[in-house]
Structures are given as structure tokens and as C-alpha cells.
């Protein structure tokens, strides 16, 4: 079992920058990739952005340029670095751990409007 809980969202306007973060406990020797996803009003879940444990990271498409995905695993934490944001990125962001199964966060909400 592994407890993620994020933190770091809120209200920012757009262009501006935010950096949620997650910490993960529990078996987080288990853990083989963390990342996050996100789900705005009307929409289904996507995925953010991942790095598994080797380094290798896949964004999502509409991110991809703008948000970076950093991890510390002295800390068991993934961190989202979100940079130029638009009002389409206001969404609950969920962190996301995969092992043989995944777990996730409670979400964090993130609001760009001005």
C-alpha cells in the first residue's frame, strides 16, 4: 500500500507559475513511476506528465513545453513544475504511483483565471 498526498495548488493567474508536490509513503520501495494527471470540469481524467524510476518521462501533449515533472527519491516526492498557464489548465490534479497497481492522491485543485 502507498499514501500519496499532494499539496501546492491554488489560484494563479494566467502566464503565471505554480509547483504542486506529492509525497508518497507506505511500500514506496514498490513504486516504478510517479506522475501526475488531471481532470477539468466536463473532462475525462489525462495524463500530466510521468518519470518512471529510470528517468524516462512522457508529457502530455497540451503540457508538453511548459510543465516539468522533477522527482526526489530521497524524499519520495514528485514535483510539477508549471510554467506559462492558461485558463484550459484549471483541473484537479491528481498525483498518480504505479507498482503492480496504482494509487493516487486525493487531487489538488488549480485554478488560472484572472
Known amino acids: 500500500q502507498v499514501q500519496l498526498v499532494e499539496s501546492g495548488g491554488g489560484l494563479v493567474q494566467p502566464g503565471g507559475p505554480l509547483r504542486p508536490s506529492c509525497a508518497a509513503s507506505?511500500?514506496?520501495?514498490?513504486?516504478?513511476?510517479m506522475g501526475w494527471y488531471r481532470q477539468g470540469p466536463g473532462r475525462k481524467r489525462e495524463l500530466v506528465a510521468t518519470?518512471?524510476?529510470?528517468?524516462?518521462?512522457i508529457y502530455g501533449h497540451s503540457v508538453a513545453g511548459r510543465f516539468t515533472i522533477s522527482r526526489d527519491n530521497a524524499k519520495n516526492a514528485v514535483y510539477l513544475q508549471m510554467n506559462s498557464l492558461k485558463p484550459e489548465d484549471t483541473a484537479v490534479y491528481y498525483c498518480?504511483?504505479?507498482?503492480?497497481?496504482?494509487?493516487w492522491g486525493q487531487g489538488t485543485q488549480v485554478t488560472v483565471s484572472s
Open positions: 498518480n504511483a504505479r507498482m503492480n497497481s496504482q494509487y
Open positions: 507506505g511500500s514506496t520501495f514498490r513504486i516504478n513511476a
Open positions: 518519470m518512471s524510476n529510470s528517468g524516462t518521462v
